[in-house]
């Protein structure tokens, strides 16, 4: 059994994270996770994305939804253009992507946006995504995207990007 230990910090409390403004911002998908919707109504791809090179905004974290395969014909063609975008923002050459941690890790740049999450307050959404046209890493392959541009180890060596 693995033992848990946790030094209480009364300095180090819960916050309330500030929503980033409407733009355009670099990131990187730093995870994802593919698995049923809670109406079993579907598939659902959750990208947590992470905003990079930015003076006021770099670590804050954004997660999406994309509703892979859905009953609904519009939920999944919305599905469909997302991830047609991410995979051109990528470089990505292949025609069919099996495995959504290749979409990890490769910087991107995308549209955020503000919604109303009702009793959670407003939040950001991604609401498109492009490549980065200058610096941008070159094309991967389902094959070499993982080996590739697998998450760095906790080390503290700076990203490309930092």
């Known amino acids: 059994m693995i033992e848990f230990t946790h030094e209480m910090d009364p300095e180090n409390l819960e916050q309330d ?64 253009q997302t991830l047609n975008s991410i995979l051109i923002a990528i470089g990505y050459k292949e025609s069919v992507l099996s495995d959504h941690e290749v979409l990890r890790n490769i910087p991107i740049e995308i549209e955020v946006g503000i919604r109303d999450g009702g009793e959670y307050g407003k939040q950001n959404i991604v609401k498109k995504h492009r490549a980065i046209t200058t610096g941008q890493k070159p094309a991967v392959s389902q094959d070499q995207g993982v080996k590739e541009h697998a998450p760095a180890p906790a080390a503290p060596a700076k990203q490309a990007w930092e």
């Open 17 to 80: 994270y500030p929503v980033v403004p409407k733009g355009w911002y670099k990131a990187i998908i730093e995870d994802s996770d593919f698995g049923r919707n809670k109406k079993n109504t579907g598939n659902l791809l959750t990208l947590s994305y992470q905003i990079i090179d930015h003076p006021h905004f770099s670590g804050h974290k954004i997660r999406n939804y994309v509703s892979h395969g859905h009953e609904d014909k519009k939920t999944r063609n919305i599905a469909s």
